[in-house]
């Protein structure tokens, strides 16, 4: 199937359609929570909150016996939240840091989580197979009840975050003065963060425990290099998401075989890549083009700065000199000589400089420029 | 003698078993310029926090003319340090001023042209209003002080705490933010600020407090400034040559 015939067939199939808006659903919310995380230098809270889920949902089977999607999230939702509340509680009331309680937690719940799948395997229930897509995710599995669940929990999420925009934001950048105003920062940041606890559980059936993160995490960071303002990082980060998803279902479906979640985030982080590079404030590629042509304009300046001084002690300004003497002066080339010419500050006669009197001025107009900056 | 505008009673903070601040009783009266000083780890920044209620306290009540600081929050503004927060988030000058009227606001209302033009006005007290729409991160430190500054400015208390708003500024930052600390008291305001240059308490500041988890002393600057109590405080002879 090519992409021409699978854009066809997602306006007429219903599954294609189905798991379509799942995935855009799915990687706008987590890359709209995605943008508080990153900014509360949290990001590894999502890896641990994800493996810290797998646990739940085993557990969840084992009690219902049943894989009604339904029931193994909010397994999943239980122990994801317990799995972060550990966090803080070790956190606060004991002398590790923040990334040992996550790496704690992320491994002894995923641990359990495997041992109780290996667990369920070797059960007669003949239901039990296919428990483990929940480590990879498998978006085919996506039905029409759990995009709803998905749009109603995106919906609640979306006006939470609209209606604590400002506690949200103030938050984020100085909690020790939100304090101050009044604010029971405890609340905001209960809210944050159950919301992006729910956010990665939803995500678990699509992407999967494994992979998770980089969901919440790989929409925020390329959003991050195109803006200075919250409300643009947030909503870039939710568009980031939804295309990955998109994109991620779409070459996922027309290449045969090729599993949804992993296709998902490899999209994601193509969206990262573009926007390390590309974006024009903080990219690489345009901070390398900044930082060549302050260098250059830098030379020009030396070496202008250099033959005025040699000018200065003559009467006549355009007094020739040998080309040889720039020399002596380090940073000098051809190339910066030809520019000085072109811009009509030089004059070459033979192997013979002499500085114009536009040259002259521009040259001290330099000289009074980094005085005055100087002072 | 004027109006109490601080009361801090049997103040003690510990983090974990090692007391930062034992028993610490201070009154500040209204109207003062007051310093903090006192060595590295005296619990200087560690007083503040808990008068502000972002530290819990062992032991001891914090009052604000009179009544509990819980009820008191709209008389107060604090200037953390500098370095504090992160100044790569994503956000304006004017925002981060902005976030002064939030207070007052309370939850979920916005600020609105009322909000935007207090902080626009603080911005100008700064000498900052150049640069409301500016990326933080693209701020030098001293700007990003004054930020601060105006921030609290906004909040428009009548007393102001400060942690070290000296640290890491020019000299005609530190000018510009000690000239605007002398008009907030002019204007009746109570400033505490904790600082560290000792050679500039006689010059900026009217009223001291010398700390070293204990309180050794607090009073006037005029008659307690002196090598006894920068000794006592310091720990080491300590001759600080004040100018008569």
Known sequence: ??????????????????????????????????????????????????????????????????????????????????????????????H???????????????????????????????????????????????????VWTMAIVTGICLLVMLLFWKEFKILLFDADYTKTLGFNTKTIDVLITSFIVLAIVLGLQTVGVVLMSAMLLAPAAAARQWTNSLSVMVFLAALFGAFS?????????????????????????????????????????????????NRRDLELHKTLAFMYNI?????????????????????????TLQKLVEKDYVKLTGNMWSLTAKGFNAASNLYNQQNETDE | ???????????????????????????????????????????????????????????????????????????????????????????TALDVVMMGTYGSLGWIKRPGQKEKKAALEALEKVGMLSFKSRQISQLSGGQQQRIFLARALVQNA?????????????ASTEIAIINILKALRKAGKTVIVVHHDLQTVPEYFDWVTFLNVKKIATGPVKDIFNDDNLTKTYGINYKVSIQE
């Open chain 1, 1 to 94: 199937m090519d992409i021409t015939e699978y854009i066809k067939l997602v306006f007429t199939d219903y599954t294609l359609r189905t798991i379509t808006l799942g995935t855009a659903i799915l990687g706008a919310v987590t890359g709209m929570l995605g943008s508080f995380a990153v900014l509360r230098k949290q990001s590894l809270l999502g890896d641990a909150i994800s493996h810290a889920a797998l646990p739940g949902i085993a557990i969840a089977f084992l009690i219902t016996g049943a894989k009604d999607s339904n029931t193994l999230l909010i397994g999943a939702l239980i122990s994801g939240l317990i799995g972060t509340f550990w966090i803080r509680g070790i956190v606060s009331k004991t």
């Open chain 1, 96 to 146: 590790l840091k923040s990334d040992t309680a996550l790496g704690l937690i992320l491994s002894l719940f995923f641990g359990f989580g495997m041992l109780l799948l290996t667990f369920i395997q070797k059960q007669p229930n003949a239901n039990q197979a296919g428990l483990d897509k929940y480590l990879f995710g498998q978006a085919a599995t996506l039905v029409e009840s759990d």
């Open chain 1, 245 to 293: 998803g998109v994109f991620g279902t779409a070459i996922s479906a027309s290449q045969n075989n090729l599993s949804t979640g992993p296709v998902i985030v490899l999209v994601a982080g193509v969206f990262v890549l573009i926007s390390f590079i590309f974006s024009p404030s903080r990219g690489l590629l345009f901070r390398q083009i900044r930082f060549v042509k």
């Open chain 1, 311 to 335: 000018a200065e002690t003559h009467e006549n300004v355009s007094h020739p000199h040998a080309i040889k003497i720039l020399n002596n002066f380090q940073g000098y080339t051809k190339g």
């Open chain 2, 1 to 91: 003698m004027s109006k109490i505008a601080v009361k801090v009673d049997d103040l003690t903070v510990a983090y974990n078993y090692k007391p930062v601040l034992w028993d610490i009783d201070l009154e500040i009266p209204e109207g003062v310029l007051m310093a903090i000083v006192g060595p590295n780890g005296a619990g200087k920044s560690t007083l503040i926090k808990s008068i502000l209620g972002i530290l819990k306290p062992i032991a001891g009540s914090v009052s604000i003319y009179g009544k509990p600081y819980d009820k008191q929050r709209q008389k107060v503004a604090y200037v953390p340090q500098k370095g504090s927060v992160d100044w790569d988030f994503p956000t």
């Open chain 2, 158 to 170: 009548a007393i102001y705490f400060m942690d070290e708003p000296f640290q890491g500024v020019d």
